[in-house]
């Protein structure tokens, strides 16, 4: 039954594909990968072909990425959300949307952190710090800072830890 559903909607979208100035149409394509994301097995395949049509907005489209980056984290698919980040870096590079920007460079620190890359991840979370301050995103830098405080206790680098914990509780003043 799921599956006759699922075809149905994936169908639905494709005709609606021709008309993609509508905003109603807009609407529904997003609806539908919205709808998507939140089962529990995700079907990949399909996700990124409702990614592919051009009648998402790129802030539906990063919403989406958003969600598909949180969903494959928690299922473990650290590959899959590398992809989506990338993929979302490319979108935000394009559009100059600069706080999503430092968004995805801190989901890859998130990403690495997940993958036992804690070296990775400080650095990565590191550069996206210093993105988000280069362009005022200030709420990115000061939890990039935290995550690299959070890691850094864990190393039982307390006086590093202390030192970036410290930064981030002054930026968010």
Known sequence: ??????????????????????????????????????QDSLNYPKIDSLLNLNNLSSKEQVRLLERLISKAINQSKYEKALKYVYRGLELTKTKKLDSAQANFLKQIGIVEYYSSNLKKAISSFKQASQFAQKNQVFPIEASCFNNIGGILIEQLNFTEAEFYLKKSIEISE
């Open 1 to 38: 039954m799921k599956f006759i559903i699922f075809t149905f909607l994936i169908s639905f979208v494709l005709c609606c594909h021709s008309f993609a100035n509508s905003k109603e149409i807009e609407h529904n394509s997003y609806f539908i990968a919205s709808k998507l994301i939140d």
